[in-house]
């Protein structure tokens, strides 16, 4: 593996855990296979050199909003964790606090919990919150940029594939079939990844992810493409 290739991996794990890379691979791949359609649709004469300029330029395209969409969830998080500690701080009596705790973060997995452990944990979270006072503005982090960086370098890297069939045939057709060939195969490994990392069946997710995956194929060669 070159050391520039290593180098990027190495990036994209640091910054995004394994399941935003599985969904952000997973996203990447079927917009792709809908850019492939919308492009072939919008370019029905076109040779294979227009046809990569323009898959090519969506799958960037998309890349660099969902970017932007990584640092706009991260910014929504923290402002959600602002919000929290600004009611806590400013809850007339302890009792109001202890609510806002539990509304905000009592989740399936804490039912579990008995009363006394979840009284106890929202009791903690309060003594964190006023141990740490007023929180400061709401701000972008160096952190959320290099999340975002890491989206578009892992969804432009794993969608390239799919353009690289439009360098390589001299027929449009032919092309697009190899395009969508392997974009399926790459559905059918993700889902395999996928399964193996949260614990289910690897054929049945492979086998799914693919059925989507041919699913928008054959909308777009039943709509002309």
């Not at 701080?89 to 008995?114: G, K, N, S």
Request: a neutral charge; proline letters at 4%.
């Amino acid at each position: 593996m070159p050391a520039s290739d290593s180098v990027m991996r190495s990036f994209i794990q640091n910054h995004l855990d394994p399941a935003s890379r599985l969904g952000e691979v997973l996203f990447g791949l079927i917009m792709a296979l809908g850019f492939t359609g919308a492009v072939r649709l919008g370019h029905a004469e076109a040779d294979n050199r227009e046809l990569f300029i323009g898959i090519l330029g969506c799958n960037l395209a998309w890349a660099i909003v969902d970017g932007v969409m990584y640092v706009l969830s991260a910014q929504f998080e923290r402002g959600r964790k602002l919000r929290l500690m600004r009611s806590v701080l400013a809850a007339p009596t302890e009792e109001v606090a202890l609510r806002a705790i539990a509304h905000e973060i009592d989740a399936p997995l804490l039912a579990l919990m008995t009363p006394a452990e979840l009284q106890a944990l929202h009791r903690k979270v309060l003594e964190l919150i006023r141990r740490a006072g007023p929180e400061r503005k709401l701000r972008i982090h160096r952190e959320d940029l290099l999340g975002a960086l890491a989206v578009t370098l892992l969804i432009a890297t794993s969608t390239l594939p799919i353009v690289v069939p439009y360098l390589v045939f001299t027929s449009p057709d032919i092309a697009v079939r190899v395009s969508h060939g392997i974009a399926l195969g790459m559905l059918f490994l993700v889902g395999i990844w996928w399964a193996r990392v949260v614990g289910a069946n690897p054929l049945t997710n492979g086998v799914g992810l693919t059925s989507i995956g041919v699913l928008l194929v054959l909308l777009t060669i039943a709509m002309g493409g």
